[in-house]
């Protein structure tokens, strides 16, 4: 199983509703991360979770909440969004970091804020 | 600098070969990669190149790699219309979790 599975695939939200987006993969990885990316850009990275635990926070604010329940799931709750938070928002994971460590990515959850 | 820049685009014909380049900043990137994102889809990885290497074929893709100019390329032969979609390259330093992606680059193959 290579699969990083993403739901939902699609969601509308208003600028004061809570919603949060999932992520799960079975490859044993223990990497897990959120990348936000905007129409023809390339992916920007928002977090890394490392064997669970917060590795890396771009500075990403805090309407946006992150957290790794175990080893294979990933969430990501939202909350008093801004429309120009609208973007796919895509979940990889990856072996540890010293290793060829490539990413592999889910299918991403397109997000628009009305 | 983490800058890492791509052509924005690039068309060919059907059958022909595609050369999509690649240059980045960080002398002390050890992984390159490339990515094939189609549209609509995330990113799915089409093959790596270490740092110590020249060269890597992959049947179609071939990957070269320049270090001193700290530049990246990735042919793809016989292109076919599948072949369409936006191409990152990435570099990551080895002991980190920081991929730095290109900018991209949206290859269209004419029938």
């Known amino acids: 199983d290579t699969e990083v599975t993403q739901t939902p695939k699609h969601l509308v939200m208003g600028m004061t509703n809570k919603k949060s987006l999932k992520c799960e993969q079975h490859?044993?990885?223990?990497?897990m991360y959120w990348y936000k990316q905007k129409a023809k850009k390339p992916p920007e990275l928002m977090f890394v979770y490392s064997y669970e635990k917060l590795s890396i926070n771009e500075s990403v604010p805090s309407r946006f909440s992150p957290e790794c329940p175990n080893s294979s799931l990933l969430n990501l709750h939202l909350h008093a969004l801004q429309p120009e938070d609208s973007a796919l928002y895509l979940c990889?994971?990856?072996?540890?970091?010293?290793?060829?460590?490539?990413?592999?990515f889910g299918e991403g959850s397109r997000l628009t804020v009305l | 600098g983490e800058d890492v820049e791509q052509s924005l685009f690039l068309s060919v014909r059907e059958g022909d070969s595609s050369v999509i380049n690649c240059t980045y900043t960080d002398s002390s990137s050890t992984y390159l990669y490339w990515y094939k994102q189609e549209p609509g889809a995330g990113l799915q990885l089409l093959t790596y190149?270490?740092?110590?290497?020249d060269m890597k074929q992959d049947q179609r893709l071939t990957v070269l790699l320049n270090k001193k100019d700290k530049h990246l390329s990735l042919r793809i032969a016989d292109t076919q219309t599948g072949d369409s979609a936006i191409y990152f390259c990435a570099e990551k330093t080895s002991g980190t979790y920081k991929y730095i992606f290109g900018t991209g680059t949206r290859l269209k193959v004419l029938a």
């Open positions: 490859m044993g990885h223990r990497a």
């Open positions: 990889a994971s990856s072996q540890e970091a010293g290793v060829t460590g490539e990413l592999f």
């Open positions: 190149i270490f740092s110590n290497m």
